[in-house]
C-alpha cells in the first residue's frame, strides 16, 4: 500500500537500536516514504532532523544523550509545523503524556503491526492525533485537567485575537477528539480546508500545537455540546 499517491512524505526514524530502525526504516521505504534520514541518538537527532526537515518524525522515546521527549520539545518549538509520532516499548500512562506535552502529534506501541504504523505515520502527517488504542482516552482526560489550571492573565484580555466563526466551529470539534477527516465530513469541507482553519486559528492565538489548541478550547468550555 503506498502512503502517497502524490508526493512521497519525508520521514526520519529515530531508536537507538539498529536493527529495529533499520526494520521501521524498510517499512516505511517500501511502503512509498521518502526515508530522508536515521538516527541512534538524542543529539545526532536533533542535528538531522534539522538538517533534512522530515515532515514526519518516528522517534523513540528512550535515547541515549538527550531523551525522545526533549528531542521532540527542541525540533517542534524550532519548527512547529513538524509532526512528531512517537513509537515506544512503553505504555505507561507518564512517558504518553509527557511526550504528548513535548509537542508528539502521536503515540504508537512498538507492538503495532507494519500496517498501523503506516497508517499513523499517514494521518501524522495530515495532522490528526494517532495514539494506540486505549490511550486517547487518557490524553483527552490529561487535556480536562490541565484545562482546570488558572488560565493565564493575557487570555482574554481585550484586544485578544478574533476567531471567524467557523474557526471557532473548527475549534470546537477538535476539543472534541475529531480527527480533521472527521470534522471535514460533519462540515462538508475538504481535509485540507480544516488544515488551513487550524493553522490560522493557532497562529492568531500564538500557539505551537494541537495539544494547546485542545486546552485553549476546554478552558473556554468549546468542548460542549
Known amino acids: 500500500m503506498s502512503v502517497s499517491e502524490e508526493t512521497a512524505l519525508r520521514v526520519m526514524v529515530v531508536d537507538d537500536h539498529p536493527m529495529w530502525r533499520d526494520a521501521v526504516a524498510r517499512d516505511l521505504a517500501q511502503a512509498g516514504c521518502d526515508v530522508v534520514a536515521t538516527a541512534g541518538d538524542g543529539l545526532q537527532a536533533v542535528r538531522r532532523a534539522q538538517a533534512v526537515a522530515p515532515d514526519v518524525l518516528v522517534l523513540d522515546l528512550n535515547l541515549p544523550g538527550l531523551p525522545g521527549v526533549q528531542v521532540c520539545k527542541q525540533l517542534v518549538g524550532a519548527d512547529p509545523s513538524l509532526r512528531v509520532l512517537v513509537l ?15 509537542g508528539a502529534t502521536g503515540y504508537l ?29 487518557l490524553v483527552l482526560g490529561e487535556y480536562r485537567r490541565l484545562a482546570t489550571e488558572p488560565v493565564p492573565a493575557t487570555a482574554d484580555e481585550p484586544g485578544a485575537p478574533q476567531l471567524t466563526d467557523r474557526e471557532t466551529e473548527v475549534l470546537r470539534l477538535v476539543a472534541k477528539g475529531l480527527s480533521y477527516k472527521q470534522i471535514a465530513e ?6 485540507r480546508t480544516v488544515q488551513n482553519h487550524v493553522q490560522n486559528t493557532l497562529g492568531k492565538l500564538q500557539l505551537h500545537n494541537r495539544v494547546e489548541l485542545v486546552r485553549y478550547a476546554i478552558e473556554r468550555g ?4
Open 88 to 102: 515506544s516499548a512503553s505504555g505507561e500512562h507518564a512517558d504518553v503524556l509527557e511526550a504528548v506535552k513535548s
Open 109 to 137: 506501541l512498538k507492538s503495532a503491526s507494519t500496517e498501523e504504523l503506516l497508517d499513523a505515520v499517514r494521518r501524522t502527517a495530515a495532522g490528526d492525533p494517532v495514539f494506540t488504542p486505549g490511550l486517547a482516552g
Open 186 to 191: 460533519r462540515l462538508v469541507i475538504s481535509h
Open 222 to 225: 468549546l468542548d460542549g455540546v
